[in-house]
């Protein structure tokens, strides 16, 4: 294999590592993925310091023009969104249907 290709790669390996990063959450020797249930979460995280209820909402009411296109609030987003705060961390779980569907750790 030539070199220029093996750095191919290798680039390619360290992407698809990146964007599995978002799936899933180490929580002391455990670790926390999409598909887990909410039971699943409460037993890691403990109880949510934060909760919200999206709901589905229409273009009109939660959207604002911007350059000719409607933009819609990312509250629009569908199921519950649990918020924690962790070691200067917040970390927000989306569930839907009460499975863990996203992952978001964010620094203060």
Not at 9 to 35: E, I, W
Request: no cysteine; charged share 25%.
């Amino acid at each position: 294999m030539r070199p220029l290709a093996w750095w191919g790669l290798l680039g390619l390996a360290l992407m698809v590592s990146g964007a599995q990063a978002g799936d899933s959450l180490r929580v002391g020797s455990q670790v926390l993925v999409t598909g887990d249930g909410a039971a699943t979460v409460v037993a890691l995280l403990g109880k949510p310091s934060y909760k919200s209820h999206a709901r589905a909402v229409s273009n009109h009411s939660r959207s604002r023009k911007r350059r000719g296109t409607r933009v819609t609030s990312a509250a629009a987003s569908p199921g519950e969104h649990w918020q924690y705060r962790r070691d200067g961390r917040v970390i927000v779980v989306t569930l839907v249907d009460g499975r863990v569907t996203d992952i978001d750790e964010r620094t203060r």
